[in-house]
């Protein structure tokens, strides 16, 4: 009787090591990728100070310009609305254009705004910059804010949402 | 323009919180689900919708409109959701087709949803 108890024991045992193990393999292959995807949202892989330059994604990335407009700068369409603000920033950049699309997010540390998308609210960019980040010259990134917003740092994220860059306001 | 059944037009004010992102919506009327109608865009809710930014405006479905007959009396239940909306909350806003906030009418003027800071 004692040996059968035993041998069940240890066949109980065996059982929930494989158990542990295949739990374990199921986490590290499933879902391992997947946490790897959110972290990259929340932390970037390049943070650059203000006024200094940082190299990401094989480019050198710099704040250049920031410029407020308390109107719409399209002559179509509906105004600003009421108690917002447009932050037109333009980011230098050096070395060859990467071949992805992005996006602009800009953040006061607690909130996230996207960039102005194509029908927005964003101005023509001037000569030698553009809105897309797979033409070269300067990126220019327009954000719709409430006016009392502060903002202090800008993320360049790809399509899933990774931060490529942040840059220091 | 006419509805296959009834056009019911919900109008909402949606405020973003902590990221810009794009609402969805659908309405449960009964037994039914539906999905909001694009024939009236760009008058109609589904744009983008930013942190501290109030968006009003209306969703609008085309429902069966035996559903929406007086004395029919059916559940209606208007959920919201960004993203894919999976392992996420939605926004969920039940009461039903005799509740004092249905109004029923013959014609509706759709105007643009209106953003405001809020």
Redesign the interface.
Known sequence: MTGRLSALRQRNAVGAVVAAAAFGVLVTIDLAPEWSAYRRTVEPETVVAKGHSGVADGQIWKVASVRHLDRSPVDYG?GL????VLLVVHLDRSGPAAQRVCEG?ITDG?????SEGIGGFSPRPPDGATTLCSEPGQLQLTF?L??E?VPTAVDVTNLEGGIMVRLAL | MQAAGQWAVIETALQGTRTTELPHAELVVGPNTYSPSDLFSPNTLGAAISPQFTQRGAWVFDVASALLAPGAEQQMTLRVWVDDGRLDSRLVIRMTTDDPHVIRTHAVDLEPPVASVS
Do not use: C, D, F, T
Request: aromatic fraction near 6%; hydrophobic fraction near 35%; glycine fraction near 6%.
């Open positions: 509906p609305p009421e108690g917002a997010v607690r909130r996230r705004w996207k719709l409430p006016r917003a």
